[in-house]
């Protein structure tokens, strides 16, 4: 992991300090403090690089982890929302700290267990506090009970929760004819059931939301998901990018249009594409056994 903000400009490296002292003045079980996602990254959006674009406008926040001795402080709200407040109260952050907490404990079984977001964090975060006290875990060779378990929880996680409710999300805004609204929940359930297939065959989660390289990656473990979102003739492949666009269009392009025969079209793709993701992946969770 780094240690160096050299990479961003004084200005930021004086108000994520200036988040470091208020965090550590308010709790006194802090073991580390971690900058990770953009940030640490150097791919932050301020205000004044999202002028005059449309689509998708977010300024970036300050991702901080937090790693405290137990899990009693880490888990407890009231604490954390103070420290958050007196942060805001300074008022003179153009980003928003975000501030996740885990126990040292609890961190080191995701870590030892390889898990995506942690890993990440691990390989691309930035320590900006360290007690010594403390080292992170190294990934570890899971026994196949483990390896099954993890994979359930993803399964659950993405397929269950995410890609079915987001298809009937997209069947209630649709059937109130709120058809561009309807067409992201569609996008995100066609996402989520790529990257249920994703973390359950590979154990990764890969920071894409495009279906078209998502859908290249997935195929890589199933052949039977090539063109299961067609795009073989013209209009399929005109309807396939307004699908792919409707993660930005959906929400934030008032020139977004759909027709509901566009919709059903894509639905019902989709529709397969969460049937077999659901066959594959239950076979390969049962496979790990």
Request: glycine residues 4%; charged residues 30%.
């Amino acid at each position: 992991m780094k240690n160096s903000l050299s990479h961003l400009p004084q200005k930021k490296q004086h108000e994520l300090q200036d988040i470091v002292e208020v965090i550590l003045k308010n709790c006194t079980e802090v073991e580390m403090i971690i900058l990770y996602g953009s940030y640490a990254r150097g791919t932050y959006k301020e205000p004044w690089d999202l002028e005059d674009k449309s689509g998708f406008r977010q300024i970036s926040d300050y991702d901080i982890l937090v790693v405290t001795s137990t899990k009693e402080v880490a888990q407890d709200l009231l604490l954390w929302d103070k420290i958050y407040k007196v942060c805001q109260s300074l008022k003179k952050y153009i980003a928003d700290p975000r501030i996740l907490t885990h126990d040292i404990e609890t961190l080191n079984i995701k870590l030892a267990e390889e898990q995506y977001f942690y890993s990440d964090i691990k390989k691309e975060g930035i320590i900006l506090y360290d007690s010594k006290k403390f080292k992170l875990a190294e990934p570890r060779k899971l026994m196949p009970k483990e390896r099954q378990k993890i994979a359930q929880d993803y399964f659950e996680s993405w397929f269950t929760i995410r890609a079915e409710g987001f298809f009937e999300g997209y069947k209630f805004f649709s059937s109130r004819s709120l058809y561009a609204i309807a067409a992201f929940n569609l996008h995100q359930a066609a996402e989520s059931a790529y990257k249920t297939i994703l973390l359950v065959f590979s154990n990764y989660l890969p920071k894409e939301h495009f279906l078209e390289i998502l859908g290249k990656q997935a195929e890589l473990y199933c052949s039977l998901l090539e063109n299961i979102l067609a795009k073989q003739t013209s209009d399929e492949e005109y309807r396939f990018k307004l699908l792919d666009y409707a993660y930005i269009g959906g929400r934030y392009d008032p020139e977004y249009r759909i027709l509901p025969s566009e919709l059903e079209l894509l639905a019902a793709d989709v529709k397969k594409l969460l049937d077999l993701t659901e066959k594959i992946c239950k076979e390969k969770i049962e496979s790990f056994a």
